[in-house]
């Protein structure tokens, strides 16, 4: 069973900035892929959490949501067991809560569907 543990969530202003870390509690992590999802405030909880950004297993390939795209940035640092998502010139819509989540087929998948754990998700806020 792999526990997931988010951090590094806050309170910013438009066009600031924040690094969401997450650390993953064993050594096959780094057979995952990993991604970062979004819940919005509002939405129910069980419904469909958007897709922000996923990372192969090797950390190579990587995949973005539109909505993100040249704005965050997500990495992995295998020894350390260590996701991040690198949010640049945030925007109120970026408002949510965010989770990490590990897929153990190794490939880069952007449907919540595909991954097996999750975190408990830290909180972004973004004010205009």
């Known amino acids: 069973q792999v526990q997931l543990v988010e951090s590094g969530g806050g309170s910013v202003q438009a066009g600031g900035s924040l690094r969401l870390f997450c650390v993953a509690s064993e050594r096959t992590f780094g057979n995952y892929a990993m991604g970062w999802f979004r819940q919005a405030p509002g939405k129910e909880r069980g419904k469909e959490r958007e897709f922000v950004a996923t990372i192969d297993w090797s950390g190579r390939r990587t995949e973005y949501a539109d909505s993100v795209k040249g704005r965050f940035t997500i990495s992995r640092d295998k020894p350390k067991n260590m996701v991040y998502l690198q949010m640049n010139n945030l925007k109120p819509e970026d408002t949510a809560v965010y989770y990490c989540?590990?897929?153990?087929?190794?490939?880069?998948?952007?449907?919540?569907?595909?991954?097996?754990?999750w975190g408990q998700g830290t909180q972004v806020t973004v004010s205009s």
């Open positions: 989540a590990a897929d153990t087929w190794g490939q880069t998948a952007q449907s919540f569907l595909s991954y097996e754990y």
